[in-house]
């Protein structure tokens, strides 16, 4: 199955917190138990420079029955963050080693006007 598109809209100075639940496409919960997650944010697939990256140690929480992935950025992590248009993927590794690209898109960071 193809990863599906998603855009996340982030704001400079505020906390990130979006819950992914996996399905298949009888819209069954697909349990991620054992389960390990990666998203890396860069300007452009092709860029070298990882402008933000959470995995299933840091920032990302499996909740395996459920099918849920909650990712979690603060807000002095997207401070530093310089609004623009990004590229992102999400990749789950099951335990035996296959490696699935969930969902892909945009990443919009917005400048922050409160400091």
């Known amino acids: 199955m ?7 809209y982030a704001e400079q100075g505020a906390t990130l917190e979006r819950v ?7 819209e069954a919960i697909i349990n991620l138990t054992g389960y390990t997650a ?15 990256e ?3 140690s840091a920032g990302i929480t499996i909740n ?7 990712i ?11 609004p623009l248009i990004y590229v992102y993927d999400l990749e789950i590794t099951a ?6 690209r969930l969902i892909e898109g945009r990443f ?3 400048a922050e006007v409160t400091r």
């Open 72 to 82: 979690l950025v603060a807000a002095s992590v997207l401070s530093a963050i310089a």
């Open 64 to 70: 395996g029955a459920a099918g849920t992935l909650t």
């Open 2 to 8: 193809p990863a599906g598109s998603y855009s996340f």
């Open 20 to 26: 992914i639940t996996y399905t298949d496409s009888a």
């Open 108 to 110: 919009y960071v917005k």
């Open 38 to 52: 990666k998203m890396q944010v860069r300007t452009s697939a092709e860029s070298p420079t990882v402008v933000l």
């Open 95 to 100: 335990p035996s080693g296959k490696v699935t």
């Open 54 to 56: 959470l995995t299933s």
